[in-house]
């Protein structure tokens, strides 16, 4: 079974990047029709989607955080990485990683990571 493991620093201080790691075992990154996610959960809201890459390495981001997420990924490591750029306290979440697959029906299926904390605070 697939297991995801979040990973990076607690605190990052504001206009900082936020750097988070995703370790993957029991699954390639690159294989075929998975596709390596990264959400998001603020306080007191919901999940939000920051975006994903697929299984060629192709990049998709969500509209509210666009402009400043970066996700890429070390095939030679199993991992793919967030940076997200300037961040303030409003950053401040639970960010999991999970993997997005489709069965045989096209049917999506999810598998999540148990999320770490991140605190934005000067």
């Known amino acids: 079974q697939v297991q995801l493991q979040e990973s990076g620093p607690g605190l990052v201080k504001p206009s900082q990047t936020l750097s988070l790691t995703c370790t993957v075992n029991?699954?390639?990154?690159?294989?075929?029709?998975?596709?390596w996610t990264w959400i998001r959960q603020p306080p007191g809201k919901g999940l939000e989607w920051i975006g994903y890459?697929?299984?060629?390495?192709?990049?998709y981001y969500g509209p509210s955080l666009k402009s400043r997420s970066s996700i890429s990924r070390d095939t030679s490591k199993n991992q793919f990485t967030l940076q997200l750029t300037s961040v303030t306290p409003e950053d401040t979440a639970v960010y999991y990683c999970?993997?997005?697959?489709?069965?045989?029906?096209?049917?999506?299926?999810?598998?999540w990571g148990q999320g770490t904390q991140v605190t934005v605070s000067s």
């Open positions: 029991g699954d390639s990154i690159t294989t075929n029709y998975y596709y």
């Open positions: 890459i697929d299984y060629n390495g192709a990049t």
């Open positions: 999970a993997k997005w697959g489709f069965d045989s029906d096209g049917k999506r299926y999810d598998y």
